[in-house]
Nanobody
């Protein structure tokens, strides 16, 4: 049974940093990603990582101030975000997939992932 459990959300100050964690079980997975959904908006892609190679891909909105990484020993994926802005306020979701197919743009789409966590709320105050 697949389980993705996010943690690390909360109330943050603008300009600050956060690190979200996603503990995964029921793998292995080929690609894991982070998405976010702000109130009244569609769920949008943030970043993904190819588990074996460690290759990463980011949305333009977070590129340069975010890092996605994984710890194979802990089966955990992390999202480090710096220079937070109020527009980063959203529920952040971890996602995973097992497919051997890969392209960076493919995995920036919600439909590419078969498994999702419950989400963790991040609120950035100005």
């Amino acid at each position: 049974q697949v389980q993705l459990v996010e943690s690390g959300g909360g109330l943050m100050q603008a300009g600050g940093s956060l690190r979200l964690s996603c503990a995964a079980s029921g793998g292995p997975f080929s690609t894991m990603g982070w998405f976010r959904q702000a109130p009244g908006k569609e769920r949008e892609f943030v970043a993904h990582i190819r588990w074996s190679a460690g290759s990463t891909f980011y949305a333009d909105s977070v590129k340069g101030r975010s890092t996605i990484s994984r710890d194979s020993a802990k089966n955990t994926v992390y999202l480090q975000m710096n220079s937070l802005i109020p527009e980063d306020t959203a529920v952040y979701y971890c996602a995973a997939d097992r497919s051997s197919y890969y392209s960076p743009t493919y995995y920036s789409r919600r439909a590419a992932y078969d498994y999702w966590g419950q989400g963790t709320q991040v609120t950035v105050s100005s």
